[in-house]
Nanobody
Framework: EVQLQASGGGSVQAGGSLTLSCAFS????????MAWFRQAPGKGREGVSC????????YYTDSVKGRFTISIDNANNTVYLEMNNLKPEDTAVYYC???????????????????WGQGTLVTVSS
């Protein structure tokens, strides 16, 4: 059974940076495209970024392009989300998620992914 453990959230001022981590266990990491989602207070869940199996390609929602970077560490079975120039509207609970069936791309966020981490809170103050 795949398990995901997200960490790294916290409180920062606008313009600051945070890096989220998500540790993967329970199966072959390289078989899974990985994604980050977020859910802001009172809003629905939003796909933020995904990275392909092996890390060769990435996808970002428009609102984070140029500010967020997704990456993987195959040696440690971990996916990261480096977040720079954070804005108050980035405040949300961030979740990592994955599913072996699907490839990273704009449609990845629309699938019912099988595995989810527990979420980590990011708060950006103005």
């Amino acid at each position: 059974e795949v398990q995901l453990q997200a960490s790294g959230g916290g409180s920062v001022q606008a313009g600051g940076s945070l890096t989220l981590s998500c540790a993967f266990s329970g199966d072959t990491f390289s078989s899974y495209a990985m994604a980050w989602f977020r859910q802001a207070p009172g809003k629905g869940r939003e796909g933020v970024s995904c990275i392909s199996r092996g890390g060769g390609s990435t996808y970002y929602t428009d609102s984070v392009k140029g500010r967020f970077t997704i990456s993987i560490d195959n040696a440690n079975n971990t996916v990261y989300l480096e977040m720079n120039n954070l804005k108050p509207e980035d405040t949300a609970v961030y979740y990592c998620a994955t599913d072996e069936r699907y490839s990273c791309g704009r449609y990845y966020f629309h699938y019912q992914l099988d595995y989810w981490g527990q979420g980590t809170l990011v708060t950006v103050s103005s």
